[in-house]
């Protein structure tokens, strides 16, 4: 029998290595695996690679882990913040290094890592900073830049509900960059609040297909809503 | 004769009367997203959000926030009926693919030719781009609003950006508090100037010749 449910965070994290590369979904609050990062802290792997839209806020998830000095390097969209103060002490200390990557090309990059392309070209960014070094070429007498793949060793994303097969669907704007993570990296390990019988998701309407999941583990409900039934639909 | 400059409601105001019924448009972070406060109502307008929102609609009533459901500047906000939520990668075909009619961006330059700077103002600050390269060349309309002036008063309308770029060639119109300027082969053409401001103080203005609309380019 196939079952990809873990008892615990702690277990879902055990084997991550020290320079891995960890691919960490959410946008702003939204998606934010914030249970999983909490484990990861304690698990003390060190010199991680962290690709995020963001470099967190306050000190909670990415930014608790950049706290707790374990992030060699940032890969993200979107580092500044009203309360992105730990990643901006570290960044101009020298501490953290910053790949600043388009937001859409941030995701294509970790899509083509899922779907095994090789390389490809964007028009986004050409003739920018950010395409500065990159290879470029005029398609249909368009300037593009070549984008290379980011996979992750582990992707660690926030699902609604899942099942033993790793199944997963999402919730509202939560789902962001999980689907595609998920697809990115060696291992892909779902927090989710409500773990279902096999068939109870419908079909039709998976959205991360176990395929792309390596484990699952519950994690318990916060309140994202002011509306309870709603959250409990 | 003197002018009262537009206010930022009054161009966003100007802005949404121009999207027209059917449009699936992306209102950018800051000052783009008052237009969304002037919708038509009589027209059935698709807002999107780079977060995987199609269908967006406004701020919940106070109590009813959900922080599963937010816009790219990661404030609460709600779903019209008949909207749909999709993953990042979707989201950004939908931006990068040419699936977007209009995009409205602000800027902090913009060049006759069209060229978009509106991520960074160089120097020490922490660099930070979003979704803002992918929208420049993805979306069929880029339109900027903003103030026609910096607050020392010189042209954020330029003969070349001096800013970082967002992307090269990409802007088509430009909604600021002085006019409606679209960018053209011919060059900068102005239309809706406010009312007391001459093209002769417009072109002061802004330091570079600027057209009226339906003139002709002098022989």
Redesign the interface.
């Known amino acids: 029998m196939i079952d990809k449910i873990l008892p615990s965070v702690e277990a879902a994290l055990a084997d991550v290595g020290d320079g891995s590369t960890v691919l960490i979904g959410g946008f702003g609050g939204a998606g934010v695996p914030e249970e999983l990062i909490d484990a990861l802290i304690a698990q003390g792997a060190r010199e991680l690679t962290i690709v995020n839209n963001n470099a967190g806020n306050a000190e909670f998830g990415v930014a608790a882990l950049l706290k707790a000095g374990r992030v060699r390097k940032i890969v993200c969209s979107y580092p500044r913040t009203a309360d992105s103060y730990l990643f901006e002490a570290l960044y101009r200390a020298g501490k953290v290094e910053l790949e600043l990557v388009p937001q859409g090309t941030l995701s294509e990059r970790m899509r083509a890592a899922g779907a095994g392309i090789g390389a490809f070209y964007t028009p986004t960014g050409y003739g920018t900073d950010l395409a500065k070094g990159k290879e470029t070429r005029m398609i249909d007498g368009r300037g593009h830049v070549l984008e290379h793949p980011i996979r992750g060793d582990v992707a660690l994303v926030k699902a609604e509900r899942g099942d033993r097969w790793g199944n997963l669907v999402y919730r509202k704007s939560a789902r962001n960059f999980g689907p595609t993570m998920a697809s990115a990296a060696k291992c892909t390990i779902a927090q989710v609040y409500e773990i279902v019988e096999l068939g109870a998701l419908d079909p039709e309407c998976i959205v991360t297909p176990g395929i792309f999941v390596t484990r699952v583990v519950k994690v318990p409900r916060k309140k994202t809503t002011a509306v309870p039934a709603e959250a409990a639909a | 004769m003197s002018y009262a400059k537009l206010t930022r409601e009054q161009i966003a105001a100007r802005i949404a009367r121009d999207i027209p019924e059917g449009a699936y448009v992306n209102l950018g972070i800051g000052m783009p997203t008052l237009v969304g406060n002037h919708l038509p109502k009589d027209r059935e307008i698709f807002l999107h959000?780079?977060?995987?929102?199609l269908g967006m609609g406004p701020a919940p009533a106070a109590?009813?926030?959900?922080?599963?459901?937010?816009n790219a500047g990661?404030e609460p906000v709600t779903?019209l009926t008949g909207g749909a939520?999709?993953?990042?990668?979707d989201?950004?075909a939908m931006?990068?693919g040419r699936h977007l009619d209009i995009a409205v961006l602000g800027a902090f330059q913009v060049s006759v030719s069209g060229d978009l700077a509106n991520w960074?103002t160089g120097g020490d600050?922490?660099?930070?781009?979003?979704?803002?390269?992918?929208l420049?060349?993805?979306a069929k309309n880029v339109w900027v609003m903003m103030e026609h002036l910096t607050k020392t008063g010189e042209s954020k309308i330029v003969e070349r950006c001096t800013y970082?770029?967002?992307?090269?060639g990409v802007v088509k119109r430009i909604y600021t508090d002085l006019a409606v300027i679209d960018i053209t082969p011919r060059g900068l053409v102005a239309s809706q100037l406010l009312p007391g401001l001459t093209f002769e103080e417009l072109h002061r203005l802004t330091g570079i010749p600027v057209l009226p609309s339906g003139a002709r380019a002098a022989a």
Do not use: C
Request: charged share 15%; aromatic share 6%; no cysteine.
């Open positions: 959000s780079e977060n995987g929102i109590g009813l926030e959900d922080m599963d459901l937010i990661k779903l939520y999709f993953h990042h990668t989201s950004f931006m990068r960074s600050a922490i660099p930070a781009v979003g979704g803002a390269m992918d420049a060349v993805g970082p770029l967002t992307g090269i």
